[in-house]
């Protein structure tokens, strides 16, 4: 006698769960650390996951310039720009200090809930600046939907966080990467279809949502428990615990935003703007490619940090620093001299000419991968309340340099006024860090976790 339809249902679920386990979680235990073949498998897919979401931004400009006009890529750019800002809101820079909390001060589900107020907190701030900046129309719609879509990252990294922090920061790569390619797939394909990138966001908004319901939530249930926890205490102390950090990123989305921000303000959103945009994409991508070791090893550096192990977190802070300065050497040989070629062939425009600008903003993405590792290491000796000091001079230089240089030098003027503020934030946090090494040294003892 055959199954009826319910059993067959029933038996086809248990199949789809199994795969679906097998290819997230394998056969490695949760909080288990990876051998030699386990952190190369980790490697490969914090590789795949992180070259597919620094693809997304780039694959959309260049889908958007070659079959829509230069106003339908300033309404984008426009849009990307708040949704930047408020990705910053929502994130709260909570991330490096969840998976360095190697002792499990706070519960998943005090992560998980002070990530839904944060994210709250952004859409607010995001309505508040569209009516400031008078956006209406098409442009209010796609700079909130892309808010939507950012404030879906805001709640992956939480979870992502979490299975990073269990040691299983495969399964973080894992998860990123399918819901970025089928982001990706979405939002193109929307946007050849209908040719309208208000359309094409305010979906992918809805599909960004859909994702973590469909891959994170059921994930968790092998790490920990998914819930709302409102608990005053965890509330506030993650708010002061990572005050100067949420302060630090907000400054530093301002940095990022602030030649585009400036170029739009003396050049409009034209030909320029669209140019420099195209130019700027490949900047993160030395934060990136560093970032791919930063990201396996922080739990690690934390553990030996935690373990009184100086010996072995110089040793992966020396390596990165190697890691960081082949990919900036190798990534602005390549931009000078074949970043026109490549960009003008990826976005369907003339960028030759650039040549200077491109090496440099290599350069200065250099600069952001330093200040990250460094930041890293002072969020796990739990002074990351003296980046706010480090971030407020930056920005206050960037404040001050950013019209003078790019009013009277263009691209290249933005270029350089970038470079230099990144450059200030990279000396200030590599002289925080060294102090604070310095003292746990000769104290020689572990200098105690504090909000």
Not at 157 to 164: M, R
Not at 331 to 342: C, D, K, N, R, T
Not at 373 to 392: A, D, G, P, T
């Amino acid at each position: 006698m055959g199954l009826s339809r319910e059993q067959r249902y029933a038996t086809g679920g248990v199949i789809i769960l199994n795969m679906y386990k097998r290819f997230f979680i394998g056969t490695r235990g949760v909080g288990v650390q990876a051998d030699g073949r386990g952190e190369l498998g980790t490697f490969a897919w914090t590789v795949a996951s992180g070259i597919v979401y620094s693809l997304q931004s780039l694959l959309f400009l260049i889908v958007i310039t070659h079959i829509l006009d230069d106003e339908a890529a300033g309404i984008y750019n426009a849009g990307m720009v708040v949704a930047q800002m408020m990705l910053t809101v929502g994130k709260y820079s909570v991330r490096n200090y969840q998976v360095s909390d190697v002792r499990e001060q706070y519960s998943f589900a005090d992560y998980f809930t002070f990530r839904l107020i944060t994210c709250m907190a952004a859409m607010i701030v995001m309505f508040i600046w569209i009516a400031v900046k008078g956006y209406t129309g098409g442009i209010a719609i796609v700079a909130a939907s892309l808010t939507v879509y950012k404030m879906a990252e805001c709640l992956s990294d939480v979870f992502e966080g979490l299975y990073q922090q269990k040691f299983r920061f495969d399964v973080s790569g894992k998860s990123q990467f399918v819901k970025d390619l089928t982001m990706i797939i979405v939002y193109i394909g929307m946007l050849v279809i209908t040719r309208d990138v208000v359309i094409s966001s305010v979906v992918l908004a809805a599909v960004s949502i859909l994702l973590i319901v469909v891959i994170d939530f059921p994930l968790t249930k092998y790490f920990g428990r998914l819930g709302v926890h409102f608990n005053m205490n965890a509330v506030k102390g993650l708010t002061i615990a990572c005050f100067a950090l949420f302060v630090s990123s907000f400054l530093c989305a301002y940095i990022h935003s602030a030649p585009k921000l400036a170029i739009e303000q003396y050049f409009g959103r034209g030909s320029k703007y669209v140019d420099f945009n195209a130019l700027f994409m490949p900047t993160f991508v030395v934060d990136l490619l560093a970032g791919f070791t930063m990201r396996m090893w922080i739990t690690k550096m934390a553990v030996c940090h935690d373990q009184g192990d100086t010996k072995t977190l110089n040793k992966l802070i020396i390596k990165q620093m190697g890691v960081i300065a082949f990919i900036t050497v190798v990534s602005m040989l390549v931009m000078y001299f074949a970043g026109g070629w490549a960009l003008s062939l990826l976005y369907g425009r003339d960028l030759y000419g650039y040549e200077w600008s491109n090496a440099l903003l290599m350069l200065a993405g250099g600069m952001v991968a330093v200040y990250t590792l460094f930041e890293n290491v002072i969020i796990i000796y739990r002074h990351q309340h003296f980046s706010i000091v480090i971030n407020i001079v930056s920005a206050v230089a960037t404040v001050i340099i950013m019209p003078l240089f790019t009013r009277s030098g263009g691209v290249l003027g933005a270029t350089l006024a970038y470079l230099a503020a990144n450059t200030i934030r990279a000396i200030g946090y590599i002289a925080c860090a060294l102090y604070y090494m310095n003292k746990d040294k000769k104290n020689n003892q572990k200098i105690p976790a504090r909000n």
